[in-house]
């Protein structure tokens, strides 16, 4: 009877250990995903961007394990500090998939009242052509730093989408379309060394927050369903329609704040007009 009882009591033991195992190997096999470069990956167009944010939202549809690395106002060439930090390099040792916004604040912090002078008034895009010389030198920069310390890792890159509507709206315009040629060109030529998400006909001016820059809570919610739709693609996740465990709310922006920007705007374009209509 001792015998008998001992056995099961064994028996117990083992599948108890069995299942603590198993559950140990499923945790730490979930995938880790990444959130790298500026506001847009931080969620800065929301009152609780760490709950809410589009990483988030991913990272809760698909079960990943999940880390966000992303700054508010990073640039390229910040992004490339970033990844000498070494929270950071541990973090994109150990990522199975990296999601990147960059390229945006390399106009908006590179000289953009003149920026948007010489594409409205003078119709010149040098200014916009050298900023995204130095983009494509930076980005390369970035894809080769992020596979030296993960080889295996699926980086997501992100077009740029347009947050602006009227005269600013098609400057902006020309210069992300700029943008958005170089990292299609950049993937062309370098294949398999990161994918796109596609955003830049994604988002509407109805998906950018009161500050006229940032996704808002629907914005978030899309770039998270284009992300999932791009996984699935890549037999990464078989979720496309995001599950929203919080509910994010968005940043609220007295207008008085970005009044100022689109008034620039008609001035510069008002500017250009008078200029073309002159015989000279």
Not at 86 to 113: C, R, T, W, Y
Not at 223 to 241: F, P, R, S
């Amino acid at each position: 009877m001792k015998l008998r009882k001992l056995t099961a009591i064994l028996l117990c033991v083992f599948i108890l250990a069995g299942i603590m195992s198993a559950a140990a190997y499923a945790e730490e096999d979930k995938p880790f995903y990444l959130v790298l470069g500026d506001s847009i990956g931080y969620g800065s167009g929301l009152g609780n961007s760490r709950e809410a944010v589009y990483g988030k939202i991913v990272s809760d549809t698909n079960g990943y394990d999940y880390a966000n690395d992303a700054i508010p106002g990073h640039t390229t060439q910040a992004l490339l500090g970033r990844l000498e930090e070494a929270s950071v390099k541990e973090h994109v040792a150990k990522a199975d998939i990296i999601s990147i916004s960059i390229g945006g604040n390399n106009f908006l912090l590179g000289d953009l009242p003149r920026l948007l002078f010489n594409l409205l008034v003078l119709d010149d895009t040098a200014q916009a052509e050298s900023i995204i010389e130095g983009f494509h030198k930076d980005f390369e920069e970035i894809i080769t730093t992020i596979h030296t310390l993960n080889p295996d890792a699926v980086i997501l890159m992100q077009t740029q989408y347009n947050p602006q509507t009227g005269h600013i709206g098609e400057a902006y315009q020309t210069a992300l379309d700029l943008l958005n040629e170089t990292i299609r060109n950049c993937a062309e030529e370098n294949p398999g060394e990161f994918e796109i998400v596609e955003l830049a006909s994604v988002l509407t001016p109805d998906d950018i927050a009161q500050d006229g820059i940032h996704p808002n809570v629907k914005g978030n919610e899309k770039i998270a369903a284009a992300v999932l739709a791009k996984l699935a693609e890549l037999g990464l996740g078989e979720n496309t329609e995001p599950v929203i465990t919080t509910p994010g709310t968005d940043i609220k922006v007295p207008a008085m704040f970005t009044f100022p920007l689109r008034l620039y705007g008609d001035f510069l374009y008002f500017l250009g007009t008078i200029k073309r209509a002159l015989p000279f």
